[in-house]
């Protein structure tokens, strides 16, 4: 009898256990599905959710080559069902790219094939960008141009704005950005 009443406790401990951990599992993947990633271009994942708080400035410095453009803004990209984009580069030798220089707060859009460009100095804001009325960082340069940091990690950065002149005329509005160096 000892043995049937060890046997029922130890397997309702076991039934338990899995039962807590397959929650966890579950609750985890949903977690995960809301901060998951929508498509990938060249490998490179979009970030789905925008940064929750302010964003280091020093995340955003070095070179950054663009490798994914979408045509539309970030609300457009949320709510769209397919958002991979197309991106294809006009440059043979080289790719469009902006520099930042975080300790001078300077950035520099370059073209492949342009003659060397103007550093701009700017501003990096945790607050109501005056742009799109929403709490977010945001670059502020040449007075009244933004750019809205949606999100950084070592490896990738998400702007949104009139990054590059060349391509906004097609209506892109959403960049991905992959470091260089």
């Known amino acids: 009898m000892k043995k049937i009443v060890l046997l029922a406790s130890a397997l309702f401990i076991l039934h338990s256990c899995?039962?807590?951990t397959a929650t966890k599992v579950v609750s985890g993947a949903v977690n995960l599905g809301y901060k998951a990633v929508k498509g990938t271009v060249n490998g490179i994942s979009w970030a789905v959710s925008k940064a929750k708080g302010k964003i280091d400035e020093d995340r955003i410095d070095g070179t950054w080559k663009i490798v994914g453009v979408y045509k539309g803004s970030f609300d457009d990209f949320s709510k769209d069902q397919n958002p991979e984009?197309?991106?294809?580069?006009?440059?043979t030798d080289s790719f469009d790219q902006i520099i930042f220089k975080?300790?001078?707060s300077k950035f520099k859009p370059v073209h492949c094939s342009s003659e060397d460009e103007d550093w701009v100095k700017y501003k990096m804001e945790f607050g109501k960008n005056p742009?799109?009325?929403?709490k977010e960082n945001y670059i502020e340069y040449n007075s009244n141009n933004y750019i809205s940091v949606i999100d950084v990690n070592n490896k990738t950065m998400v702007l949104e704005g009139n990054l590059m002149p060349k391509l906004a005329f097609s209506g892109a509005k959403?960049?991905?950005l992959e470091k260089v160096k």
């Open 102 to 104: 975080a300790k001078k």
């Open 131 to 134: 742009l799109t009325k929403e």
């Open 174 to 176: 959403l960049y991905l």
């Open 18 to 20: 899995v039962v807590r």
């Open 85 to 91: 984009a197309s991106f294809t580069s006009d440059c």
